[in-house]
């Protein structure tokens, strides 16, 4: 019984020590350079470094996303269609996107990580609150962080 144990705690801890090097060795030596970030067909677009998510890069520019659990993939609001650029749909992305959403490109904006130029349509944000409300998803308790004008808000 020991034996086993001991070998599951080995093979755990390899596989995070695997993991942790390549998380590392991606942030120092894998450079994406500076990306652009076309949204709305053009309606605005601004440069990023790559490496970061999508998400970040539109709250930085002052573009609102619902995002209540801050950007770590577990909230499912901060749905955005991306038509070009965005990489591989994730794993973490699929338990909250239908078929109809991954078809036309729905992806969650925190998961999707700037490797190169992306383009992406960013639905209004009174839109999204509305379908949330209509579809029974709006979570009334959630803490929500916004900007109107390049002013940050949170609350709801
Ligand atoms: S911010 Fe919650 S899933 Fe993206």
Redesign the pocket.
């Known amino acids: 019984m020991t034996i086993i144990l001991l070998a599951m705690a080995v093979t755990t801890g390899l596989f995070l020590g695997m993991a942790v090097i390549l998380l590392v060795a991606e942030r120092h030596l894998v450079n994406y350079g500076t990306c652009q970030i076309i949204v709305n067909g053009g309606e605005q677009r601004f440069s990023v470094e790559g490496g970061g998510n999508l998400?970040a890069a539109l709250l930085e520019n002052n573009i609102s996303?619902?995002?209540?659990?801050?950007?770590?993939?577990?909230?499912?609001?901060?749905k955005v269609r991306v038509t070009a650029g965005g990489g591989a749909l994730l794993p973490t992305e699929t338990p909250?996107l239908s078929r109809r959403d991954i078809a036309i490109g729905t992806r969650?904006?925190?998961?999707v990580k700037i490797r190169q130029d992306v383009s992406v349509n960013v639905p209004d944000f009174l839109d999204v609150i509305s379908d949330m409300v209509r579809t029974g998803t709006f979570d009334k308790h959630a803490k929500w962080r916004f900007s109107i004008k390049g002013e940050e808000h949170e609350g709801f």
């Open positions: 998400l996303i619902p995002a209540s659990c801050g950007g770590k993939g577990m909230c499912g609001y901060c909250f969650l904006a925190c998961q």
